[in-house]
């Protein structure tokens, strides 16, 4: 979902300074990043699971989650026009049926053609449930909302939007006005330009104070060494799932050039395991981690890239993750850019064959 800019480039980290704890009794050791990246890295590349429904549309931003024995996948379109936000679902995770929409196109308001959804309070355990859970007895999104036409045009912000029934391709129920904007009262420098794709997990321990965090990627007018806009992540919190207040004056991670955006927050033992992707910072767009004890200070992994281009149909990004693990295996989907176009594969942990899509 980002603007990719022609070539690639090496950047010094003593340059960029990601954004590390302050505080040495929040860096997670090098020994348990380890240990992380050990449990979670998928070496087996199933391929497409979601192909392009034709040349006109790009399929983008994977958000998994279940309810009773059915697999459910969230899901954006790109037709030229703007974003729609789609339902799939499976009963195995590699075979998926799409299903529906669940926020299409309107006349008017502010979020009229771009509508890139992503749902909200999925059980963040590590092999756990991944069922979504209602708050207010509803289930909720929150969404990249815009008006303008194109790519990722104008101004974008964070919408909310809810719904009674996640497993049905039905119109959600959205907010009249954005929950997040780049010309909030309490904007910071990381995101007073725009603001992309949004992540809401429960705090249930309130570490950060708040039952409700969101995790966002967001531009600032902050201009690199090249004279270009970078993206960092940065964190909201909320109450009551409707009214958002930034937390922190800094972003939480940022290499101050390219990109890193579209968390995914994961709970692994007493680690708060963060998937992210990163582009241009170094060549390309690839899948990343950062791993945290309080939701808030993070610790980046040094190591191997979790997911880099290697098949045609990812040569050019693999990027924008969503990762689970069922039955002692884990599932790392992601946004494959290639010969098939824009579509959504999978990496597993064990060799599960290879999927005939795209072949």
């Avoid at 992380?36 to 790009?58: A, H, N």
């Avoid at 207010?136 to 999104?141: A, D, G, Q």
């Avoid at 281009?309 to 689970?324: C, G, N, Q």
Wanted: hydrophobic share 35%.
């Amino acid at each position: 979902m980002k603007k990719w800019i022609a070539g690639a480039f090496l950047v010094v980290m003593a340059v960029t300074g990601f954004a590390q704890p302050k505080d040495p009794a929040a860096t997670v050791p090098d020994e348990k990043m380890r240990a992380v990246f050990e449990e979670v890295k998928t070496p087996y590349k199933y391929g497409i699971v979601l192909p392009q429904p034709d040349k006109g549309r790009m399929v983008d931003s994977p958000t998994i989650f279940r309810k009773g024995d059915t697999w459910y996948m969230t899901y954006i379109i790109f037709d030229g026009k703007g974003y729609e936000t789609w339902l799939a679902k499976s009963v195995d995770l590699l075979h998926w049926n799409t299903l529906g929409k669940l926020m299409s196109f309107t006349d008017k308001d502010w979020d009229a053609t771009q509508k890139a959804g992503y749902v909200a309070l999925i059980d963040t355990d590590w092999g756990g449930s991944y069922e979504p859970e209602k708050y207010r007895n509803r289930y909720w999104l929150s969404y990249l909302g815009g008006s303008e036409k194109g790519y990722e045009a104008g101004r974008l912000g964070v919408g909310i939007a809810s719904a009674n029934d996640l497993s049905k391709p039905e119109e959600v129920t959205r907010l009249s006005k954005p929950v997040l904007s780049a010309v909030d009262q309490d904007v910071r420098w990381y995101d007073n330009q725009t603001i992309y794709k949004s992540l809401i997990i429960r705090d249930k321990a309130k570490k950060t104070g708040y039952p409700f965090v969101m995790y966002y990627n967001a531009k600032g007018e902050k201009p690199d060494a090249r004279g270009a806009g970078f993206e960092n992540i940065a964190m909201a919190v909320s109450n009551d799932m409707t009214h958002w207040k930034r937390h922190g004056q800094e972003p939480l991670i940022t290499r101050k050039t390219g990109i890193c955006g579209d968390a995914q927050i994961a709970k692994i033992g007493d680690l708060y395991v963060m998937f992210y992707f990163g582009a241009f910072w170094k060549p390309g767009a690839f899948e990343r981690f950062a791993c945290s004890y309080d939701l808030v200070n993070w610790t980046d992994w040094q190591g191997d890239d979790l997911i880099a281009p290697s098949e045609p149909y990812d040569k050019t990004y693999a990027h924008k993750p969503w990762v689970i693990k069922w039955k002692g295996v884990v599932y790392h989907f992601y946004n494959a850019v290639g010969d098939q176009g824009r579509v959504i594969a999978v990496a597993t942990s064990k060799d599960l064959g290879k999927s005939v899509l795209g072949q």
